[in-house]
């Protein structure tokens, strides 16, 4: 099947196997409007690549760099025209190609490019990204290129949090990890004792203290109009990486040991503030004394879900001629035994991972790294030795630095280098707002989250059925209730007819629809607490539940982010669906 590619790829337009007017239908006029081609071809002579310095954006604003274009002396070599026209309506045609080239993937046994976005391991896009403009990419490495199993990795975390507690004097006995407690994307009160989750304005919308669950008037009295703001450090705590889980999860089980008053008197008077603090200080214990790091690396294969499939994706970018770098706050050690235990095994002719990347850089202190300079060293041997450095090479390992730094060394600046990681604020945030870096939020979360959202699609239609039907209903019983005001209050009601009507024929078309509403309520409350259990969050240009899901996209896949609809347009879409008549 290789072979089979290779020659497809070499001589794309070979006389036997296509007519004529294929090859017409293959020269669209518009391809060679351009003009920006470079010198390098791929293909042979059959295409070229629009070289940086010529490319130009397209009707999205993105650039057009890297995009393929057709040769013409090509072309000519066939006795084709350049500038042949398509035969018929561009639509048809575009159809017609497109079941074609679908018919030819299917021969070859590839994948349809449409399956990968109907399924938990797609891609997602909120902004437009040209794949083919990328000329760098970046990696994480913890939860990004390397995922841990989170119940054995932050199980731990938590073993050695509770040993450090126990060991200050806190009562810890027959408290267990329960990591279905947390999850990444709520927020910690550090002032209240509460994990909250937010919605996109920063309102509490459901909370828990401690380990309970507090109702919907709770909340609401608890908080009212008060704000989740961020930036004000002293009471809010963002749970956003899968490293959080194990502190967030000690924390919340404390607040009840709190509340149940078994916390010794003589640890001094905690408040939900200093509890949080000294659930910190345990777990903080327990990584710069090293010993989890060093269990781990004694026993990866006991904290590490390999993906085999991982390798291939980024061989396949680096093959496409994307730089490759490894950016990690780990340190040389881990971050060498991690990455050997991860991706030698399921690479191809005895390659190692370094030969994947261009540059890795460990102990980076992101987000600083992002944001200012710092000593630049050059690991130079296997024990993790280093040296200070002011100039970089292919396929250097180094430690410390700054963006800026690769930059400068790859001479490829801003959106012109894709970044992707799984921490919101630490990858996406900073490398996007100081240096408009492309970025990808990795977020294993989001296969069951797809997975929950297709087995609630059948309870969701059926809510939004309900919500219609009394939107319907609580008009109409509005309008009568305006009716019934203007007459009492001694004034003429909308119409003649509505001031004439019988008191007692207008109070009991009212009531039936107070009764109707009543009823759905009953019926929406519960499937609405049903779906209140899926959390949504996101916050990058595309986001995915895995590297390896660039496997079903190609290194040159234009994300197109989807058309966002105002609500005038969804409610002019329902009139005319339900109005039978359709808009041009």
């Known amino acids: 099947m290789a072979t089979a590619n290779l020659q497809f790829l070499q001589n794309p337009f070979p006389r036997p196997t296509f007519s004529s007017k294929y090859l017409v239908m293959r020269a669209p006029k518009m391809v060679f409007k351009c003009g920006c081609s470079s010198s390098s071809s791929v293909g042979g002579d059959a295409f070229s690549l629009t070289s940086s310095s010529k490319c130009d954006v397209d009707y999205l604003g993105e650039s057009t760099k890297g995009d393929l274009n057709i040769n013409l002396k090509h072309l000519e070599n066939f006795g084709l025209d350049g500038q042949a026209t398509l035969e018929g309506p561009i639509e048809q045609v575009a159809r017609l190609e497109a079941e074609e080239a679908g018919s030819l993937l299917r021969d070859l046994g590839i994948p349809s490019p449409s399956a990968a976005r109907l399924s938990p391991r797609g891609m997602f896009c909120t902004r437009t990204l040209n794949l083919r403009s990328i000329s760098a990419i970046g990696y994480d490495m913890d939860y990004t290129l390397i995922h841990y199993n989170v119940m054995a990795w932050e199980g731990r975390a938590y073993d050695y949090c509770m040993e450090n507690l126990k060991s200050m004097g806190f009562p810890v006995e027959g408290l267990a990890f329960d990591p279905d407690l947390v999850i990444r994307g709520l927020v910690i009160d550090k ?163 370094r030969d994947l990347f261009d540059m890795v850089i460990v102990s980076a202190r992101k987000p600083e790294f992002f944001q200012m300079s710092h000593p630049l060293y050059e690991v130079v041997t296997g024990e993790g030795l280093m040296r200070p ?114 008191d007692r024929e207008l109070t009991e078309s009212m009531q039936k629809l107070l009764i109707v509403m009543q009823r759905l309520d009953e019926k929406i409350a519960p499937l609405l607490e049903a779906d209140g259990e899926l959390f949504n969050k996101r916050y990058a240009d595309i986001y995915t539940s895995r590297v390896s899901n660039f496997l079903n996209y190609t290194p040159f896949m234009y994300f197109r982010s989807q058309e966002q609809t105002l609500a005038h347009d969804t409610y002019s879409h329902y009139c005319s669906e339900h109005n039978g008549s359709s808009t041009n």
């Open 191 to 353: 002032e209240k004792g509460n994990l909250v989750k937010a919605d996109r304005f920063g309102y509490v919308k459901r909370a828990l203290h401690g380990t309970k669950m507090l109702s919907t008037r709770a909340v609401s009295e608890m908080y009212g109009r008060e704000l989740v703001d961020l930036r004000k450090e002293s009471q809010w705590e963002f749970l956003n990486t899968l490293f959080s889980v194990s502190e967030a999860v000690a924390y919340m089980q404390m607040v009840d040991r709190l509340d149940d008053g078994v916390i010794p008197a003589d640890l001094g008077p905690l408040d939900y503030k200093g509890l949080y603090k000294a659930v910190g200080k345990a777990l903080f214990r327990a990584h710069v004394e090293g010993q989890l790091k060093s269990e781990i690396m004694s026993k990866p294969e006991l904290f590490v879900e390999p993906d085999p499939e991982l390798p291939l994706a980024l061989l396949d970018q680096k093959e496409a001629g994307k730089k490759l770098l490894l950016i990690t706050n780990s340190d040389y050690h881990y971050t060498d035994k991690m990455m050997q235990h991860s991706f030698n095994r399921f690479l191809p002719n005895d390659m190692g991972w």
């Open 389 to 502: 450095c002011f100039k970089t090479h292919t396929g250097g390992l180094y430690s410390g630095g700054s963006a800026q730094m690769v930059e400068n060394s790859l001479n490829i600046h801003g959106d012109e280098i894709l970044y992707v990681g799984d921490h919101i604020y630490t990858d996406v945030s900073q490398s996007k707002v100081h240096l408009r870096w492309r970025t990808a939020l990795i977020c294993r979360e989001l296969e069951e989250e797809y997975k929950a959202l297709i087995h609630s699609r059948g309870p969701r239609a059926t809510v939004v059925e309900l919500i219609n039907q009394k939107e319907v209903v609580g008009d109409l019983f509005n309008q009568l209730r305006l009716a019934l005001q203007r007459r009492t209050k001694g004034r003429p009601a909308q119409t003649l007819a509505a001031t004439n009507m019988d």
